[in-house]
């Protein structure tokens, strides 16, 4: 028997499956029936009652007089939405506009400043900006020549920092 209990013990999936089975069996009493409920009943029978009452309805339908004045109430309300909609629209559009305007003006506004600061940046008497030396394609080809020539020989050089 402590063989037995000790299997058990060892195995914590064994003992799971167990009391899962063991609640399933005892959770599945009979539910009594509710007198109140609708006695259950086959798809065949359920198909013939609407089939039925399908039937009654196409016999009792009778066409119905058009409502004129509740299109006609309709049509006006939707008329009248209509143009609640556009003038609200009208609206928005005229307000995106105007800022539109706003922020053009704001814009053309900063442009100007950065030009008149790009323009006392770049005078060539100023303290803050001087030009820097340029060089064209021959210059700089010469000065690489000329660092080989003035340069250690390359022989001294080691190979691996060539390399890199």
Same mark, same amino acid.
């Given at each position: 028997m402590g063989d037995f209990i000790d299997f058990f013990?060892?195995?914590?999936?064994?003992?799971?499956?167990?009391?899962?089975?063991l609640t399933s069996m005892l959770g599945k009493k009979k539910q009594?029936?509710?007198p109140n409920a609708p006695p259950k009943k086959k798809w065949q029978e359920v198909m013939q009652e609407l089939?039925?009452?399908?039937?009654q309805g196409k016999q009792q339908?009778?066409?119905?007089?058009?409502?004129?004045?509740?299109?006609e109430q309709q049509a006006a309300q939707a008329a009248e939405v209509i143009d609640e909609t556009?003038?609200? !629209?009208?609206?928005r559009i005229?307000?995106?506009r105007r800022l539109q305007q706003k922020y053009d003006q704001e814009?053309?506004?900063? /442009?100007?400043?950065?030009?008149?600061l790009t323009s006392t940046i770049s005078d060539n008497n100023s303290l803050v900006y001087r030009k820097g030396p340029?060089?064209? /394609?021959?210059?700089?080809?010469?000065?690489?020549?000329?660092?080989?020539?003035?340069?250690?020989?390359? !022989?001294?050089?080691?190979?691996?920092?060539?390399?890199?």
């Amino acid at each position: 028997m402590g063989d037995f209990i000790d299997f058990f013990l060892k195995n914590p999936f064994l003992i799971i499956v167990l009391i899962g089975i063991l609640t399933s069996m005892l959770g599945k009493k009979k539910q009594p029936q509710d007198p109140n409920a609708p006695p259950k009943k086959k798809w065949q029978e359920v198909m013939q009652e609407l089939q039925g009452e399908m039937q009654q309805g196409k016999q009792q339908q009778t066409p119905a007089p058009a409502p004129v004045r509740k299109v006609e109430q309709q049509a006006a309300q939707a008329a009248e939405v209509i143009d609640e909609t556009t003038n609200e !629209a009208n609206k928005r559009i005229a307000e995106l506009r105007r800022l539109q305007q706003k922020y053009d003006q704001e814009r053309l506004y900063q /442009k100007a400043k950065a030009d008149q600061l790009t323009s006392t940046i770049s005078d060539n008497n100023s303290l803050v900006y001087r030009k820097g030396p340029s060089f064209g /394609k021959k210059q700089l080809i010469d000065g690489i020549i000329m660092s080989e020539v003035l340069g250690p020989p390359r !022989a001294k050089r080691s190979l691996q920092r060539s390399r890199r």
